[in-house]
């Protein structure tokens, strides 16, 4: 594979994306379920709906029909959706209770010659799928390659799934009793531990009979409904982040239609189904700020401004340390105008800034430039791009969470001091550890009973064995809980993308796109342990289409395709909150 630097601007074409697209795709969505959920619901379909909508799709094996919902670049997505039982592992008799469901709206974008499905998974937990192919689908297509169909859906809980899980009756009581402070362990916990008590009562009270049966392992047999519907045997899987939960429960479950299951950064599934208060999650966490200075620091001044301040990564990292222990202790006040103006904290610039920049080095460069103006005295830049509010719209994070690993008083410490004790060491592993606070007072008071008998296990044989990616220093999904993945499934290998990132589709790596393509269409596994390099480098500076100046040049132009399609996947990624595993 010859590779060398492209001088001037990329050849490649590509229309500007559309910003109506977002707009109109989600009304038309609504419609779209509402009338599917009318027509399965009364049982008039096909033939009633037929007469409303001429479009439906029919496709030879599968049980559902499909509606156009959406074009991608000339490239049409259908939709369609499910309904499941409410507890997917109780039989009829036992479960009274199953003659209610959940609604699994689906997504998809086929490929011209493709005979199978792709199933996705974002992350979160809560994080949509419809999103994700609406934005992203066209991108993951180029990079995958035209043989499979992508399918994706909103989980049972999640965005535009019914019921969507709640804890509260409506956005304004959201509004009020959603936010709580979590600055300070010791300063904080006193309010957040009570402030956790109401949350564990709202929760189940607003969902009623739902509320148990929202979690991880339901979501896996939801995914087998879904190959139900579609006519597949074989489960084709590549999921992102908490995705990677989703793939791994899948596999723990269902080992026998784990055909092709991918699972791109781990997060430890024996922690997050077992454990209580330890965890690896953050140990590589400030790593990755160390790689922010390091890397800025090589590239110096003219592509990171920070570089200006200090001649060695250690004097940059005191230097904006000690400045951002000044703003926790005075804030700063900026006005714009008078509808333009507020409080710049340190909770906005550490969390809504340098945190969400460790998941995708494209936000290296404004970073680096909003702080060298901060540190200069100009707080404007900074107050523009992170004094954003967090605009939560479900519960989903909380109820999958919480109902899959365990909690309540046989498993916590129910003591306010007790437990902050316990969890101190382990905030303390990252400079980010207070994120993290709040859900440990929500798993010392959640209720809600367990639904699912998940129990991870070691060396689990899958119908073909698990394809494992990671990054090398990953803020939430360390490169050690790939490894524990690694053992827990048999035959399965690890591609390790050597580089600073949250997930493959944050850093541009044609040879991890290659195994991942020869795993998906051939079976093919990497060898013993696998290192990609990363293609691109950190500090240059992204257009939205991905355009860098550091570009590199592949003379195979499938090679070619595949990175310019990477570097627009990753300048465009969002993770939707700022804790996302
Ligand atoms: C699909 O198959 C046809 C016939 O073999 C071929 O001409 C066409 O290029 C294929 N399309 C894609 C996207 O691979
Ligand atoms: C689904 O998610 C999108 C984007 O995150 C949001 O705009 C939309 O309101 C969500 N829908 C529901 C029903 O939560
Ligand atoms: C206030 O400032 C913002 C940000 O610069 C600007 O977009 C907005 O138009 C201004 N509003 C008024 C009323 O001047
Ligand atoms: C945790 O960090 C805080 C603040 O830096 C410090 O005061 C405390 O002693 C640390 N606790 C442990 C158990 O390491």
């Not at 951002?324 to 409080?343: A, E, L, S, W």
């Not at 945190?355 to 404007?380: C, D, E, H, M």
Request: aromatic residues 12%.
């Amino acid at each position: 594979m010859e590779k060398k630097l492209l001088p001037g601007v990329v050849t490649r074409k590509r229309e500007r994306r559309d910003p109506r697209l977002k707009n109109w795709a989600l009304p038309s969505i609504w419609t779209l379920f509402v009338l599917l959920i009318l027509c399965n619901h009364y049982n008039l379909y096909p033939k009633s709906c037929h007469r409303h909508s001429p479009k439906f799709l029919k496709y030879t094996g599968e049980h559902i029909t499909w509606e156009p919902c959406g074009d991608l670049y000339g490239k049409s997505l259908e939709c369609s959706s499910i309904e499941v039982p409410i507890d997917q592992f109780a039989t009829e008799k036992q479960n009274p209770i199953n003659s209610k469901n959940f609604v699994i709206p689906l997504i998809r974008l086929r490929s011209e010659n493709a005979t199978q499905n792709l199933l996705l998974n974002p992350g979160g937990p809560g994080a949509s799928g419809f999103e994700l192919l609406y934005h992203r689908g066209d991108l993951l297509q180029t990079i995958l390659g035209s043989g499979f169909h992508l399918l994706t859906f909103d989980p049972r809980g999640v965005n535009s799934s019914t019921p969507a899980a709640s804890c509260y009756l409506d956005a304004k009581t959201r509004q009020e009793q959603s936010h709580i402070r979590a600055r300070d362990a010791v300063v904080d916990s006193p309010d957040i531990y009570a402030w956790a008590h109401n949350f564990a009562k709202a929760c189940p009270e607003t969902m009623g009979d739902y509320a148990p049966y929202i979690n991880t392992p339901q979501t896996a047999a939801d995914m087998n409904s879904i190959l139900d519907a579609v006519g597949q045997k074989d489960m084709i899987y590549w999921g992102f982040s908490y995705g990677t939960l989703l793939g791994q429960t899948y596999a723990g479950l269902f080992p026998e239609r784990s055909k092709r299951v991918v699972i791109d950064v781990v997060a430890d599934q024996f922690v997050w189904y077992e454990g209580v208060g330890e965890s690896d999650a953050f140990i590589d966490t400030d790593k990755v700020l160390g790689g922010f200075f390091d890397e800025c620091m090589k590239v110096e001044a003219d592509s990171c401004a920070l570089a200006s301040l200090a001649t060695s990564k250690e004097e940059l990292s005191e230097i904006v340390l000690a400045f951002m222990d000044k703003i926790r202790h005075k804030p700063i006040d900026v006005y714009i105008n008078n509808t333009v103006y507020g409080i710049l904290t340190y909770e906005k610039v550490w969390y809504n800034g340098v945190f969400k920049a460790l998941y995708n080095s494209v936000r290296w460069p404004p970073l680096a430039q909003n702080i060298y103006s901060l540190i200069q005295g100009n707080a404007t830049p900074a107050f523009l791009a992170y004094n954003t509010g967090q605009e939560l719209n479900g519960e989903s994070y909380e109820f999958i969470t919480l109902n899959d690993g365990l909690t309540g008083p046989s498993y916590w410490l129910q003591d306010i001091d007790a437990l902050l004790a316990q969890i101190t060491p382990w905030l303390n592993t990252s400079l980010f550890g207070a994120l993290f606070l709040t859900i440990f007072y929500q798993k010392q008071q959640w209720r809600v009973p367990r639904t699912h008998l998940y129990v991870p296990r070691q060396g689990v044989e899958t119908a073909h064995p698990l394809l494992i990616m990671s990054t090398t220093y990953d803020p939430v999904c360390p490169l050690v809980s790939a490894r524990v993945a690694n053992e827990a499934f048999a035959g399965s290998r690890v591609v390790e993308i050597e580089g600073y990132g949250h997930c493959s589709v944050t850093l541009s790596s044609v040879c991890a796109a290659k195994h991942l393509r020869a795993f998906l269409y051939e079976g093919k596994l990497p060898g013993e342990y696998t290192r990609c390099k990363v293609d691109s480098a950190y500090f240059v500076s992204h257009d939205e289409t991905g355009r860098t100046a550091a570009q590199t040049y592949f003379e195979d132009p499938e090679d070619q395709k595949i990175h310019l399609a990477q570097l627009e996947l990753m300048a465009g990624w969002e993770f939707t909150r700022p804790i996302m595993w």
